[in-house]
């Protein structure tokens, strides 16, 4: 069990790790994170700051916008302040990564699953015109809805 606002208790279903892609700065990063608790009844998906914080990374927050910074001073995601004083962040699942070569401070990962591209989008939306697509992900309109460029 965890208690929420108001001391709202919900039952946790498991404990586990996710591993997550992100694209910032015309980059794309691997995270991994662990312990991560499996509650179905929650509406968002959480990260902890304070975890995030005590791994020896950190973040930014300034004018609605969060950054999350890794331990070696690299922006990994940029979050963008919604409702109820959330931050949402655009990741994707990957499935698993092999780190390829490190050079200097940086990391570089393959991942075997990239966002999905236009054409598979297309189809997913019922065929929907590539400009509709287009005004849609603009506009940020669909949670999830990220392109492999």
Known sequence: MVTGIGGTKVVVKGRG?????S????CTHALQL???????????HLISLGKWDSTGNSYQSNQRILKLITK???TIAVAKKVE???YKIQVGVREKATKLH???KYEMFATTMPFPSWET????????SYSGLQKLWEKNLVYG???NT
């Open 72 to 74: 070696r001073g690299i």
């Open 145 to 147: 809805f990220n392109v």
């Open 121 to 128: 989008w297309h189809k997913r939306f019922g065929h929907v």
């Open 23 to 26: 694209k910032c700065e015309g």
């Open 102 to 104: 490190t050079q200097d």
């Open 17 to 21: 790790t996710i591993n997550l892609i």
């Open 84 to 86: 109820n004083n959330l």
């Open 34 to 44: 662990q312990h991560v608790l499996h509650i179905p009844t929650n509406k968002n």
